[in-house]
């Protein structure tokens, strides 16, 4: 019988031998190149297509539910700074834009500001006050939920008026 210890010491041997292997390099000498097929679609849209409205300009009989459909727009008017809130709670146009858009716009306003006054004449009548009264407290109120920078017109203490731009 062979020594146990020399048998351990051969095959310890070659296991540390057989574990060396060959060499693996990592680094290329040259770079990595690859092929690479892209295909770019470039698009251009019109300009009714980019600012196609939100709500059709045909409205329901409801003021109530007709300024709802609008509100979206309305407000986008505002924020582009195209409209303000007049002393008279009724929109005025600030910049008069060109074009079917400008169109879209007037067209708006103008069915707002309908609606509106329907509202305020209805209210006037409910609570029997006068229609300028009721036009003064809606006024006030949306100059108050103004956002800022929208256009508002205020009333001076002389009586006269002026357009600015909400600084709150």
Known sequence: MKNPISLATTATALFLSACAGPTVNLVTPEPIKVDIAMRLDVYQHTKETAKKP???L???????EARRNRMADIQTFKNSRLVGEGRDALLSIRVDTPGDYGDYIR???????????QLMKTESDREKISLPQVQTKKASLASKLAF?????????????????????
Do not use: H, Y
């Open 54 to 56: 939100r709500a059709a």
């Open 148 to 168: 800022k920078g929208e256009w508002i017109e205020l009333v001076k203490d002389d009586g006269s008026a002026e357009w600015i731009q909400k600084e709150e």
């Open 107 to 117: 067209k708006s306003v103008d069915a707002e500001n309908t609606d509106r006054m």
């Open 58 to 64: 045909t409205t329901p009989s409801d003021p109530i």
